[in-house]
C-alpha cells in the first residue's frame, strides 16, 4: 500500500522479457481490454445482450448483497448447475478489516461470506498464476479493471479460457484511498486500530456502514455519508480517466438501480435491494436465463435508455474521459491505451461546457501535482 492507502505494483524480483511484455499487454494502468462486438453497443453502458431490473429472489441473499444480491445468486447458480466447480471472489480481511483479502468459494454461504461491497484496495489477480495452475473451472470476480487485466491475459495464456469460464463484475465509481475510511471510523468516534469488523456497505440496500472494536464498541453511517462525504472524494486518478466503469468485458455486470429524485440525483433510502443486471455475453445471457428459469434471479427487461436515469454520476463520467485524457496527455503523463472502448462517441454527447471544464480542470490538477513533487524533491 501506498500513502494515503492505494494499492500499487511493486516488482520485487527482475521477472524475463516475456513475462513483462504479457504484464505490460495486460495491465490495466497500461491498456484497458476493448470492447467485444458480437453485443450491442451503448457509447457509455457499453456492449450488451440483455438489461434488467431485479433481485435475488431468496431474501437472505438480496439482503446480504450490496444492491440486491444478483451477483451472488448468480455465483451460487453458477456452482449448482455445474458450470464452475469454485469462486474467486473478495472478503473482508479479518486481520485488517478496512482492507480486503481473497477468498475460494464453494458453496453458498461460503459467497455470501464476501456478498457486499468493499470500496477498498482489492488486487484480485494477485494470485491467478497459482489460481490457474491448480486448474479445475472457476468463476471469477473482479472489478472492471481486474476483469479487463484477465481478458487481455488470456490472449497470451491460453489456461484462462480453458480454466475461467465466467467472469463477473460491478459498476465502479471508482478506488478510494483507505485513508478515506479511516476518515469514517474517526468520524464515528472510534479508533481504526482497535476494529474487530468493518463493513462498507450491504445488509440491506444499500446498507449502512457498519464498525465493530474488539472492545465492544458499535457505531453506524448512512451510505449517503461515508460514500458521498468522505470515499467519493479519495478516488484515485486513474478511476478518474476510465473508459470502463461499467465492467464491459464481463460476461455480466451488476450495479445499483438507483431510483431517482425529480432531478434524477439517486434517492439512497433504505429499502429492499435491486440490482440493475446487465449480460454481456452469450456465456452470461445463458447463465442469466438459467438462473431465471430456476426461480434464482427474478428481473425484467429494463430499456438501456433508463440506465441513465439510475446511474447519472457514471454517465457523466464516462462522458468526461476524453477531455480529461486529452489534458493528462498534453502535460505530457502517460494514460492507458483505449481503443474501441466508444471514449469519443460518449464525449460527443457531454455538454461543451462540462467538457471544457474537466479539460481545464484536469490540467490544473495534473499540473500542480506534478509542481508539488517537484517541491517535495527539491526539499527533500
Ligand atoms: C469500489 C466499488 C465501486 C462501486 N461503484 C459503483 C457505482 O458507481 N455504481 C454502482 O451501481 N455500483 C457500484 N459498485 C457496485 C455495487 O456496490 C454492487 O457491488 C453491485 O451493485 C452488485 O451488487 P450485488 O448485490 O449484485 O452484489 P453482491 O451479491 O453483494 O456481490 C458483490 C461481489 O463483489 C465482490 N466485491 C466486493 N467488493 C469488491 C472489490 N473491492 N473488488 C473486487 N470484488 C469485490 C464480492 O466479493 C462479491 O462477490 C461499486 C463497487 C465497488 C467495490
Known sequence: MAAPGYARPLQRQPVSPSIDAKIAASC??????????????H?????????????????AIRFAGASGGALSALLIH???????????????????????KMRWSTNAAQILAGAGSRYAASSPLAGIDCALAEGGRFAFVGKPCDVSALRR?????????AHVPLMLSF?????????????????????????????????????????????GGRAEMPYSESWGAHLSREVQFRCKICPDAVGGTADIACADAWHGDDAGYPLFEEEDGRSLIAARTATGEALLRSAQAAGVVDASPLPISDIS????????????VAARVLATRLLGQATPRMRDLDVMRAARRGRLYDLTHNFLGTLRRVWQRRW???????HR
Not at 153 to 161: G, I, N, Q, T
Not at 372 to 378: L, N, S
Open 171 to 215: 459498476f465502479c465509481g471508482g478506488m478510494p484511498s483507505e485513508d478515506g475510511a479511516r476518515r469514517i471510523v474517526a468520524a464515528m468516534g472510534l479508533d481504526a486500530r482497535q476494529l474487530q469488523s468493518f463493513r462498507y456497505r450491504g445488509q440491506g440496500w444499500p446498507g449502512l456502514t457498519v464498525a465493530t472494536t474488539a472492545e
Open 153 to 161: 491475459l488470456s490472449r497470451h495464456d491460453p489456461r484462462v479460457a
Open 28 to 41: 490495466p494502468g497500461q491498456v484497458v481490454a476493448p470492447w467485444p462486438k458480437e453485443a450491442e453497443r
Open 309 to 320: 436515469r439510475m446511474q447519472p454520476a457514471q454517465a457523466q463520467r464516462k462522458r468526461m
Open 43 to 59: 457509447p457509455v453502458w457499453g456492449p450488451w445482450r440483455q438489461t434488467l431490473e431485479g433481485a435475488a429472489t431468496d431474501p
Open 372 to 378: 508539488r513533487r517537484t517541491w517535495a524533491g527539491m
Open 78 to 100: 453458477a456452482l449448482n448447475t455445474g458450470l464452475v466447480d469454485r469462486v474467486l471472489h473478495v472478503e473482508a480481511d479479518p486481520s485488517h478489516p478496512l482492507g480486503n
